[in-house]
Structure formats: C-alpha cells, structure tokens
Nanobody, 116 residues
Framework: QVQLVESGGGLVQAGGSLRLSCAASGSTTSLEVVGWYRQAPGNKRETVAQFTSSTTTNYSDSVKGRFTISRDNAKNTVYLQMSGLKPEDTAVYYC??????????WGQGTQVTVFS
C-alpha cells in the first residue's frame, strides 16, 4: 500500500506561486494514476489536477492554465506547481490515488493560504 506525504504549502500573496510536493513510499507502482485535491472550510473536497494515466493530465476549470501537475518517478514524488494564485485557492491540499480515495484514506494535507 502506498503512503503519501504532502508538503510545500504556505502563506502567499495573490498572484504569487507555490509548488506542492507529494512524496510516496511503499507500493509506489500504484502511483501511475494520482491526483491533487483541495478542501476549503465549509466546502466539499474537490479534484484540482490529476494524472489519469502515466502521461495524461486533467485539470479543474478553476485552475486550468494556472496549475501544473508533474512527477519525478525517480524520486517517487508528484508536484503541483501553482501560479497566479487567488484568494479562492485557499484550502488544504491533498494528493491521493483512486484506491485510497475509494477507501477514504487521506493524509494530513498541506495548507495553502492566499491573501489579497
């Protein structure tokens, strides 16, 4: 079973950038399909960006053109480069795989706060 640890969040001014990291350990062969999710206070968790295969990506309309998901297979790490940040991007960000989502397994996440 894969374990995932998110990092890289912080406090940033609107228009700024952050890069989130998701370090995987354990059964990393299941990391081909992996995504970034976020949850703001009072809101449901939403999908932000995904690898739907080893090379195919998908983004929510709210972040398309501003966020980029990538990975370094040698480091078993998935990244989320976020630019043009907006206050509405403020949330706890999580990475996860479909199987873990199905089982409702979530990590601690990393807090992103964007101020104007």
């Amino acid at each position: 079973q894969v374990q995932l640890v998110e990092s890289g969040g912080g406090l940033v001014q609107a228009g700024g950038s952050l890069r989130l990291s998701c370090a995987a350990s354990g059964s990393t062969t299941s990391l081909e399909v992996v995504g970034w999710y976020r949850q703001a206070p009072g809101n449901k968790r939403e999908t932000v960006a995904q690898f739907t295969s080893s090379t195919t990506t998908n983004y929510s309309d709210s972040v398309k053109g501003r966020f980029t998901i990538s990975r370094d297979n040698a480091k078993n790490t998935v990244y989320l480069q976020m630019s043009g940040l907006k206050p509405e991007d403020t949330a706890v960000y999580y990475c996860n795989t479909p199987l873990r989502v199905l089982r409702n397994y979530w990590g601690q996440g990393t807090q992103v706060t964007v101020f104007s």
